[in-house]
């Protein structure tokens, strides 16, 4: 899996859009990005996926740069219950050997009202 | 609420003792894997089963072992329980063997005293 580095925290006002970048130098044209959550003492949450297109669900918009070198989760109206640990993950969908999820520090991201 | 369903939610025992964790996957789910996330530590990646057979280890204590039963329910046991092995411990289901999409349980909170 690609290395990924991210701040190790965040805040951000209630209501305004919540912007976590990601740098993922070193990934390799097959390799998606995953973006996890996980509030505090929860298990992690899905929040969304791209390679190389910019994605939007109901949880989040992943932007992903045109050299996918970095990218960045961006949750449009933060609300207090968004404050969590943020992980962003860049693997190959169907790796072999390892098939866990390689969770990193993450961003601490705070809401703050 | 993920689907996932894990119990007990809180767990305390001796050193020494043996206890049993346990996870029911999201319906249809085939993949079930075990995490362990400890106060100075990450989410550490133990286990994973599919369709009832072991197809990754990650960082598993000889102690620890676990097992996937015909109706996809999985067991976690830790045996000879030290005080380090306090920890959460999280169960994870997929749909198939790419485990990039996990749904998490919400844990089991051990204790040992």
């Given amino acids: 899996d690609a290395k990924t580095t991210q701040p190790p925290s965040m805040d951000c006002a209630e209501g305004r859009a919540a912007n976590l970048p990601c740098n993922h130098s070193t990934i390799s044209g097959n390799e998606y990005v995953y973006w996890y959550r996980q509030i505090h003492s929860q298990g992690p949450q899905y929040i969304i996926h791209g390679l190389k297109n910019n994605e939007t669900n109901e949880m989040a918009s992943l932007i992903i740069t045109e050299d996918r070198k970095s990218s960045t989760l961006i949750l449009p109206h933060a609300t207090l219950r968004d404050t969590a640990v943020y992980y962003c993950i860049v693997r190959v969908p169907l790796g072999t050997g390892r098939r866990a999820l390689t969770f990193g520090s993450g961003t601490r991201l705070q809401v703050q009202p | ?113």
């Fill in chain 2, 1 to 113: 609420d993920s689907g996932v369903t894990q119990t007990p939610k809180h767990l305390i025992t001796a050193t020494g003792q043996r206890v049993t964790l346990r996870c029911s996957p999201r319906s249809g789910d085939l993949s079930v894997y075990w995490y362990q996330q400890s106060l100075d530590q990450g989410l550490q990646f133990l286990i994973q089963y599919y369709n009832g057979e072991e197809r990754a280890k990650g960082n598993i204590l000889e102690r620890f072992s676990a097992q996937q039963f015909p109706d996809l329910h999985s067991e976690l046991n830790l045996s000879s329980l030290e005080l380090g092995d306090s920890a959460l411990y999280f169960c994870a289901s997929s749909v198939g063997l790419a485990p990039e999409t996990q749904y998490f349980g919400p844990g089991t909170r051990l204790l040992v005293l």
